[in-house]
């Protein structure tokens, strides 16, 4: 039994350890630009970031969908000792994974400018719509290669190497805060400065992704042959759930700032942009800390290796849980010492900010039960199930967006995330239940 012990956590901390610390490396990236835009382009900057926001959702979105189903399906591949097709699968998401980022940027330049314009048409609005068009125009132009990162990530634990990802992400994160104070600081660009920073940062990690696989002892047959357009489909439908989940929030996002907007209450967008970068920090690590584990579970599920698949949900859950509730005491407790950090110290945080920020943080040991069983549906693909949690939030958090500012304060908005993650645990339970019953599994069996 302590040999079981020991062995799975060493598994775990294999496949899931490597991928959570690259996710910090990337949640580091995040905080970045929220730091030296607050700190040095001002509260209006993190204004405009709020605005920013829904749109990056939609890239994360992109990459989410891509990463979570081709790690799936790669890895099942590979554990079924098909590795020639497992390459020919890669070479196709690369492809494909490119030219949609090349199209969601061109059709994203010509529809940024009237999606925001409709924002507002208060001429004190205006400047921080301004800013946060200047910020996206760029940003556009690094997105596929963003996809390219995310996707050499997946691939790399799926080929035994999980401990290359935090060298992938963190040279990206360096790169980032370099350019960063290069030219925030130091040139004096402002938005457009970060918005640089982080393309070039992104290209950057391309390129160290196109060596990897090129050059390194990890590089691809010589063939040149694609996957079958089954599998990407595939891959689409496993990951459909969670990146239809990180729309949603991109929708939710958008009608939270016209929100805002409409009741004179632009200050809150610098609270949300702020809890928003926090969140970077619950967030990717435990999408990391799950994510990185999905290629075991569906290696060992796949192999008819029951009782260790089993031990790695097992354990993966405490882990998870151990992580969420330390993660949450510190937001509680130092919430405005946090605030700080992204706020010039001669621009006051209010009352207002602090509480919009803790309520919004209220409940957030519950994402990390709900991570934990999205990742279970995704690692066994079962992707009908996570697009039903992903459409949870247009049930709890449309209507709260739009009911909670008629009876309460509007920082009291803020409320309707943490609706949100009790009910996504709630529903991702009952879902999984049933689920695991059609695999001959259930609750009872992993942590018995």
């Known amino acids: 039994m302590r040999e079981d012990f020991f062995s799975t956590i060493g598994e775990i901390i294999k496949y899931g350890g490597s991928t959570f610390a690259a996710l910090v490396a990337m949640s580091i990236y995040t905080t970045t630009d929220g730091f030296f835009i607050g700190n040095w382009v001002g509260t209006s900057g993190l204004e ?9 959702m939609i890239f994360i979105a992109l990459a989410t969908l891509f990463e ?5 399906v790669v890895s099942q591949i590979i554990g079924e000792g098909k590795k020639s097709l497992a390459e020919k699968i890669m070479r196709s998401n690369y492809v494909c994974a490119f030219a949609v980022g090349i199209i969601v940027a061109v059709v994203g330049n010509i529809f940024i400018e009237p999606l925001l314009r409709i924002l507002s048409d208060n ?14 125009r760029i940003s556009f132009c690094g997105l596929p290669f963003l996809l ?50 982080t393309v070039l940062a992104q290209i950057f990690g391309a390129a160290i992704s196109f060596w990897y696989f090129k050059f390194s002892r990890q590089k691809f047959s010589t063939t040149w042959s694609f996957g079958g357009l089954e599998y990407i489909w595939q891959e689409v439908k496993i990951g459909a759930g ?42 990717l690590p435990l999408s990391g800390l799950d994510t990185g584990i999905q290629p075991l579970i569906s290696r060992l599920f796949a192999a008819g290796n029951e009782q260790r698949c089993l031990r790695v949900m097992r354990y993966g859950f405490f882990l998870t849980m151990i992580l969420t509730f330390t993660i949450y005491v510190v937001l509680m407790i130092f919430t405005e010492e946090m605030m700080s950090f992204f706020v010039d110290k001669d621009e006051p945080i209010t009352a207002e900010m602090i ?4 309520a919004m943080f209220l409940l957030q040991p519950f994402v990390g ?15 009908w ?10 049930v709890v958090q449309v209507p709260l967006i739009w009911f909670l500012p008629k009876f309460l304060p509007i920082e009291y908005i803020a409320l309707n995330y943490s609706a949100n993650d009790l009910a996504e645990a709630a529903v991702a339970f009952l879902l999984i239940r049933s689920f695991l019953r059609e695999k001959g599994l259930s609750l009872k069996k992993i942590f018995a």
């Open 385 to 394: 199930r996570n697009l039903f949690i992903s459409l949870l939030p247009l």
């Open 242 to 283: 969670f990146a239809v989940s990180t729309l949603m929030m991109c929708f939710i996002e958008y009608f939270l700032n016209a929100t805002l907007l409409h009741y004179n209450a632009p200050h809150l967008l610098a609270s949300a942009t702020i809890a928003n970068i926090i969140l970077t920090f619950v967030y």
């Open 148 to 197: 390219t990162v995310y996707l050499t990530g997946a691939f790399m634990r799926c080929v035994d190497k999980p401990g290359h990802v935090f060298y992938l992400v963190g040279s990206t994160s360096f790169a980032n805060i370099i350019l960063d104070a290069l030219f925030i600081v130091v040139f004096g660009w402002g938005m457009e400065g970060a918005a640089l920073a």
């Open 355 to 358: 509480t919009f920020v803790r």
């Open 369 to 383: 039960i709900a991570t934990w069983l999205s990742g279970i549906l995704a690692a066994l693909e079962d992707e």
């Open 68 to 72: 979570t189903g081709g790690s799936a």
């Open 123 to 136: 001429p004190d609005e205006q400047y921080i719509i301004d800013l946060a068009i200047s910020f996206l």
């Open 48 to 56: 405009a970031m709020a605005l920013v926001y829904p749109v990056m």
